[in-house]
């Protein structure tokens, strides 16, 4: 355990209250997001009680497949801000997860288990694989190695007796709920997971599944003519009815896994117009009102205040994929900034409540904090505002210039041109202490300096 010192001016200015945000100035922006990572951490409290059953994942009601998504937000702002203060604790997170196999099939979380769950942890295993992200643990394999055996895990349930294929939503039979149901998000996952592991490894066969899952999504209905993504068919009535009910993530997950291959591709003309095309789609989820332009908004629940606990922060999923979006496809950076800037101005008026004026809420567009605080709330501000900084960060390393990283004497992974290269050397990055959060950080602004506990 180490003590840190830490002069409380020093640590008061590190704490700007979102609604100041300056889009066109990267140190406010920076400020805002590391605010608003430290609100999105002070849900968790794992690193401090070390036990299996609190280990990576956050308190209920939020269910283990939040946390996997958690973590990648994290990882967004480690890369986007060069801030590898909590570096260690997601590590420590993502390998508590791994299971026996390495493929994260979590026994003590099979109860909630689903392939949509297991590819959320996917999502921030590849982020941390394509980053040189740091795995300083001998006993656990790589993370492109995780990453495989995932996909190993999931390719086999890929299910061809009922509706010509797909997965369905859950994975045991134990638990009757989704296990007829197949759904976007469960094969999405496994589209945008195989796209890609596709450009990661060069290895054709992820290639193959990728446009496989692409095509019989297509065919199913889950992808409309005009690039809409809708929830899923029942292979109880052969999926012959697609339920309509559509959500932003699901559209982020399918946006990524396209405009990954039209990367790997060389610019491949297909899969520069789905993407193009699922750009398009992500309109309904924005401009809720003629006065809220360009703001987003969970348009299947938020305006008739329905939003469930993980439907709070699937906007945030669909900013982190937006984001992503541009640096593999340079031409969506113009739409992507129209809708996302506006958005992030939005989303650091929205995080203005509680005692110090940083927490955040649910609807963007009312022009300040709504009272429906959460984690789902401040993960989806952090995704959105941390983004604004992504033209300055590395692009995801693909195959042969993704190491296997200690973590030692490692520079930060960003980059000042706001043109990065597409194919990017490959990097190390540094790795930090942990650090243990906890509520009462705000009130030690009071004393001339802090104390900040955390494991060494």
Not at 412 to 422: E, F, G, H, I
Request: aromatic share 12%.
């Amino acid at each position: 355990m180490y003590m840190k010192s830490v002069h409380a001016a020093a640590l008061a200015a590190a704490f700007t209250p979102p609604k100041n945000i300056n889009i066109n100035d990267p140190a406010s922006i920076r400020s805002v997001a590391s605010t608003l990572a430290y609100g999105t951490m002070s849900w968790y409290s794992g690193n401090v009680t070390n036990t299996p059953e609190t280990l990576a994942v956050f308190p209920p009601p939020h269910y283990w497949w939040q946390a996997g998504a958690a973590w990648g937000a994290m990882l967004d702002y480690s890369h986007y801000t060069g801030d590898s203060s909590y570096d260690e604790v997601i590590t420590q997170a993502l390998v508590s997860q791994v299971g026996p196999k390495f493929d994260f099939m979590m026994p003590l979380h099979y109860g909630s288990e689903g392939n949509d769950d297991q590819a959320f942890w996917s999502f921030s295993i590849l982020d941390a694989a394509e980053r040189n992200f740091p795995q300083p643990d001998d006993s656990i394999p790589p993370w492109l190695d995780i990453a495989e055996n995932i996909w190993n895990s999931m390719v086999v349930r890929w299910n061809e007796s009922s509706c010509g294929g797909g997965l369905a939503w859950q994975i045991f039979e134990s638990n009757p709920n989704g296990m007829h149901y197949k759904n976007s998000v469960s094969n999405g996952g496994f589209f945008q997971m195989s796209a890609r592991l596709a450009r990661a490894t060069g290895n054709a066969t992820y290639l193959d599944w990728a446009q496989k899952v692409w095509d019989w999504s297509e065919k199913i209905g889950f992808v409309d003519e005009n690039f809409n993504v809708y929830d899923g068919v029942d292979s109880n009535d052969g999926c012959s009815t697609v339920n309509k009910l559509s959500f932003s993530y699901a559209q982020g997950i399918y946006l990524y896994g396209a405009v990954i291959l039209y990367n790997h591709t060389n610019g491949d003309k297909t899969w520069g117009d789905r993407t193009s095309g699922l750009l398009k789609g992500v309109d309904s989820y924005f401009s809720p009102y003629p006065n809220a332009t360009n703001i987003m908004f969970e348009h299947a629940c938020e305006p008739y205040e329905v939003c469930n606990v993980d439907m709070k922060s699937f906007k945030g999923y669909l900013a982190r994929f937006m984001w992503a979006t541009t640096r593999m496809m340079p031409s969506t950076l113009p739409r992507v900034q129209t809708l996302l800037n506006a958005s992030a101005i939005a989303a650091a008026q929205a995080c203005s409540g509680g005692q110090n004026g940083t927490v955040c809420g649910q609807k963007w567009y009312v022009g300040g904090f709504d009272g429906v605080s959460g984690l789902g709330q401040q993960m989806t501000a952090l995704e959105t505002v941390q983004g604004l900084l992504a033209q300055e960060a590395l692009p995801p390393f693909k195959v042969g210039e993704i190491k296997h990283v200690k973590g030692v004497d490692n520079p930060p992974a960003t980059t000042n041109s706001a043109t990065a290269s597409p194919t990017p050397t490959a990097t190390k990055r540094s790795n930090s202490a942990g650090v243990i959060f906890v509520e009462w950080r705000w009130a030690m602004l009071a004393l001339g300096s802090v104390l900040i506990l955390g494991f060494a």
